[in-house]
Nanobody, 119 residues
Framework: QVQLAESGGGLVQAGGSLRLSCVAS???????????MGWYRQAPGKQRELVAT???????NYADSLKGRFTISRDNAKNTVYLQMNSLKPEDTAAYYC??????????WGQGTQVTVSS
């Protein structure tokens, strides 16, 4: 099993920035198998949606509406993925979830971290 622990959420004013972090832990064998890591978010009353993902070899995928404001990065040695969020808007308010998947097509999720953007 792989455990994901998110941090960095909080309350910020519109136009501000936050940086989320997610650390993966577990057996060495399980961590080596991880390929993609990324972020999804879910606002109240809405479905969970893609924010950004990043594969081990550096391929990124962003939600079109977030390109230019959000940047995903990763430190494979630390099994950590980051999400830099700039120019935040009230509509970015959501619970942000870290996701990891491996070469066996298994998916793992964190507990989520709340981001609230005030107007």
């Amino acid at each position: 099993q792989v455990q994901l622990a998110e941090s960095g959420g909080g309350l910020v004013q519109a136009g501000g920035s936050l940086r989320l972090s997610c650390v993966a832990s577990g057996s060495v064998f399980k961590l080596i198998l991880i390929n993609g890591m990324g972020w999804y978010r879910q606002a109240p009353g809405k479905q969970r949606e893609l924010v950004a993902t990043l594969t081990r070899d550096g391929t990124t995928n962003y939600a079109d509406s977030l390109k230019g404001r959000f940047t995903i990065s990763r430190d494979n040695a630390k099994n950590t993925v980051y999400l830099q969020m700039n120019s935040l808007k009230p509509e970015d308010t959501a619970a942000y979830y870290c996701n990891a998947n491996n070469y066996r097509n298994e998916n793992f999720w964190g507990q989520g971290t709340q981001v609230t953007v005030s107007s």
